[in-house]
Structure formats: structure tokens, C-alpha cells
């Protein structure tokens, strides 16, 4: 099946910073790219959905302006955690579609820590 | 947004024994996809059945769907310790190219 590499799988970052997260699909081209939060023995939410070279639609209760989302080339699509808090502590993963196959095909996940 | 239940939220068997799951889900769908994680890990995916089949086998898994009730089973022959998981189903509206939308999930513990 197609690869799609997530980075950083571990971080930890201070109160108030900011970190970025990429996924990148490595043998395909792909047209959406969506990102899942998870809690801690919870499931998997959508956040936001990307289409490349367009502005992510985020679901209701994202705030748009706290969770970049780029997707600026149809291999990489970034999320920014801006101004992190210990409350964005969570599991981040990402996933991609070339548009065809309706398999979906998902990153390894971002274990973040805000402290 | 998640589609629906799954039940049970927790299982505990023993090796060898099987394990049944059961997903509900509250829209029309193209398919339904069952993923497996292991603790703090990503998800794999074991098994997709469209819409239009009913059951669907890939070695020892069986999963079945039935759109008029809107819910899938998963079921796991001769479990082992290894099956140890969260088990998460998901599915999709179109056929490529939308968001899943995951259930909320059963802890599945096999011991040995």
C-alpha cells in the first residue's frame, strides 16, 4: 500500500510555543489530506480536511486560527499547533487520498506534550 | 463528529477464544473500514467491505455489514495475546477522497 510518513512522532514543547507537524505521502500524489486529534482512550476526531493548493475546512469546534493547516504541494501538508497548551497535549495523526483509492492511508501519529 | 457506538467498549477473552465486535453508525455509506491500534501506536488497517457486500473474510477476521440495521461486526477467530488492541471501525460517504469518520472504539484483551 501507499506510505505516508508523519514528523515528528515524539514532541514536547513548552506552554506557548508552537509546533509543526508534516505529512508527507511519499509514493502518490495526494489531493486531500485530513488530520485526527485523539485523546487519551478516546477515538479518532476529524479536525480538518485539506485540499491541496485550497484552504482547509475545519469542523465545527477547531479553532481555525490555533491549528495551521498548509498543504502546499500535493506530497506535504503541514498542521501548526500555534500557541500550545496542555490542553492540546494529544495524539495527532494525519491521513491521504490520491482521489482514487478508497483505501484511506495514515501517518504514524504525533505524540504531542505540552508542558 | 463520530458515526456511532461500538460495543462492547471492553472485551476480555482468552487466547483462542473469538472475539466479536459491533459498530453502529448513523449515515448512508460507501464503505466501512475496521483499524486496529496498539497502545500509543498508529493504526493499521485490517479490513474494508463496500456497501454493497455483506460479509467479507481475510484470514482470521470476519466482518460483516448490514446497511439496513447501519452496523458491522468484526469478528476475530482464535484470538491471541498478540490481538491486543483498541479496534476501531470507520467509515466513509463517497469512495475516495472524504474523511472517515471512527466509531468510538473497543479495548480488546486476550490473555494468554
Known amino acids: 500500500g501507499a506510505v505516508v510518513s508523519q514528523h515528528p512522532s515524539r514532541v514536547i514543547c513548552k506552554s506557548g510555543t508552537s509546533v509543526k507537524i508534516e505529512c508527507r505521502s511519499l509514493d502518490f500524489q495526494a489531493t486531500t489530506m485530513f488530520w485526527y486529534r485523539q485523546f487519551p482512550k478516546q477515538s479518532l476526531m476529524l479536525m480538518a480536511t485539506s485540499n491541496e493548493g485550497s484552504k482547509a475546512t475545519y469542523e465545527q469546534g477547531v479553532e481555525k486560527d490555533k491549528f495551521l493547516i498548509n498543504h502546499a504541494s500535493l506530497t506535504l501538508s503541514t498542521l501548526t499547533v500555534t500557541s500550545a497548551h496542555p490542553e492540546d497535549s494529544s495524539f495527532y495523526i494525519c491521513?491521504?487520498?490520491?482521489?482514487?483509492?478508497?483505501?484511506?492511508?495514515f501517518g504514524q501519529g504525533t505524540r504531542l506534550t505540552v508542558v | 463528529s463520530q458515526q456511532g457506538e461500538e460495543d462492547p467498549q471492553a472485551l476480555s477473552i482468552q487466547e483462542g477464544e473469538n472475539a466479536t465486535m459491533n459498530c453502529s453508525y448513523k449515515?448512508?455509506?460507501?464503505?466501512l473500514q475496521w483499524y486496529r491500534q496498539n497502545s500509543g501506536r498508529g493504526l493499521v488497517h485490517l479490513i474494508l467491505i463496500r456497501s454493497n457486500e455483506r460479509e467479507k473474510h481475510s484470514g482470521r477476521l470476519r466482518v460483516t455489514l448490514d446497511t439496513s440495521k447501519k452496523s458491522s461486526s468484526l469478528l476475530i477467530t482464535a484470538s491471541r495475546a498478540a490481538d491486543t488492541a483498541s479496534y476501531f471501525c470507520?467509515?466513509?460517504?463517497?469512495?475516495?477522497?472524504?474523511?472517515?469518520?471512527f466509531g468510538k472504539g473497543t479495548t480488546l484483551s486476550v490473555s494468554s
Open positions: 449515515t448512508s455509506i460507501n464503505n
Open positions: 470507520a467509515t466513509a460517504q463517497n469512495q475516495a477522497g472524504t474523511a472517515l469518520i
Open positions: 491521513s491521504a487520498s490520491d482521489g482514487q483509492n478508497t483505501e484511506a492511508f
